[in-house]
């Protein structure tokens, strides 16, 4: 978030911090938005996936708009320390991202509808920030559930980078790693935009269309076009 120093450096596994075993605060039973449960159980046919683009407050309000997502979380992926709290990801010795987990429904909403919200929504060439937010914890991140998502995420950001490349942009940062533990976020951080409707939101992309002709898609069901921090 916005007026805050951040360190631009992921810690080595001895240098992290020892975190819990468990998490230090309660979560929420419902989604304030979609008032479907927040960790689960979920029902089956169901997927999960988890995607980092800067502050989640704006990425998970671009996520839960999209018809076809059942939840949405604000939360930390991609780090060493179990268990962190937002002002432990924020001092750099966890080695979090800010991230999303978005459960969607596959028959309406694909993968590739995700990840086509997931480039055009944020600047993914911009390394260990989004714009004004600086720190490896607002750093770019796909962490994939199985092998087709590992594809599809892979595939989608060799033809972006074509589209970037085009426009005069650098290369591709994203981080594309299995996923690992997701850690849900403190209960304020929970659908924070739709308590703090004018909050902060630092999310904003290049302007560019990400092509999708050859990412899997749903049977039925569109994607929401608006911009990323509109309501």
Request: net charge negative.
């Given at each position: ?9 992921l ?5 992290a911090?020892?975190?819990?075993d ?15 449960p ?24 671009r ?8 939840s949405?979380?604000?939360g930390?992926?991609?780090?060493i ?10 001092s ?8 999303v987990q978005?459960v ?6 694909s993968?590739?509808d995700?990840?086509?919200?997931f ?8 390394g260990?920030?989004?714009?004004n ?14 092998e ?17 490349t085009?426009?005069?942009?650098g ?8 996923a ?7 209960t304020?951080?929970?659908?924070y ?10 999310l ?8 999708t ?19």
């Amino acid at each position: 978030m916005p007026f805050r120093l951040f360190t631009s450096q992921l810690p080595a596994p001895e240098e992290a911090l020892p975190g819990r075993d468990h998490s230090p605060f309660p979560l929420p039973d419902r989604h304030a938005v979609l008032g479907t449960p927040l960790a689960g159980p979920f029902p089956a046919g169901l997927k999960i996936a988890v995607f980092g683009l800067g502050c989640f407050w704006g990425a998970e309000r671009r996520f839960w708009q999209i018809p076809g997502v059942r939840s949405t979380a604000a939360g930390y992926a991609g780090g060493i320390t179990p268990h962190p709290t937002y002002d432990e990801v924020c001092s750099g010795r966890t080695g979090h991202t800010e991230a999303v987990q978005v459960v969607f429904d596959p028959t309406q909403v694909s993968y590739g509808d995700l990840l086509k919200v997931f480039w055009e929504a944020h600047d993914p060439t911009q390394g260990f920030r989004q714009g004004n937010d600086v720190g490896a914890q607002y750093r770019s991140a796909i962490y994939y559930r199985d092998e087709e998502q590992r594809r599809a995420a892979e595939q989608s950001r060799d033809s972006f980078q074509q589209v970037l490349t085009s426009a005069g942009y650098g290369h591709i940062t994203t981080e594309i790693a299995p996923a690992g533990p997701f850690y849900f976020a403190e209960t304020y951080h929970q659908q924070y935009l739709a308590k703090v409707p004018h909050g902060y939101c630092g999310l904003g992309g290049a302007g560019l269309t990400c092509p999708t002709d050859n990412l899997p898609r749903a049977g039925s069901g569109s994607i929401a076009t608006d911009k990323a921090c509109q309501l």
